[in-house]
């Protein structure tokens, strides 16, 4: 399994982004998803997450209503749209793949990260 994600870069706060991230050798939909941060100087942290089906979703409690996961089966795609960014949301973006065929398990499985920088 290799996952890649894109789409950080500068923002103002207020502002919106979305993160991709691409995944590729096995079978996607197999897979439930999930996107991390880690800010400077701070511990990783779960943002958000979501089952197979894309039909269950789930968030920390600082985003919800301004992040939302989602995913494409057809695209092998998980995608992150963060709107009302805050500077607080500074952080590299990490996608993530739970083991396969289970909602549940243990991410196995990390991309490389995207830079997100909400300016004040």
């Known amino acids: 399994v290799q996952l890649q994600a894109y789409g950080g870069g500068l923002v103002q706060a207020g502002g919106s982004l979305r993160l991709s991230c691409t995944f590729t050798?096995?079978?996607?939909?197999?897979?439930?998803m999930g996107w991390f941060r880690q800010a400077p100087g701070k511990e990783r942290e779960f943002v958000a997450a979501?089952?197979?089906?894309?039909?269950?979703?789930s968030c920390q409690d600082s985003v919800k209503g301004r992040f939302t996961i989602s995913r494409d089966n057809a695209k092998n795609t998980l995608y992150l749209e963060m709107n009302s960014l805050k500077p607080e949301d500074t952080a590299v973006y990490y996608c993530?793949?739970?083991?396969?065929?289970?909602?549940?398990?243990?991410?196995?499985?990390w991309g490389q990260g995207t830079h997100v920088t909400v300016s004040s």
């Open positions: 993530a793949a739970r083991s396969p065929y289970t909602d549940y398990g243990r991410y196995l499985y």
């Open positions: 050798g096995r079978t996607f939909s197999a897979y439930a």
């Open positions: 979501i089952n197979r089906s894309g039909g269950s979703t």
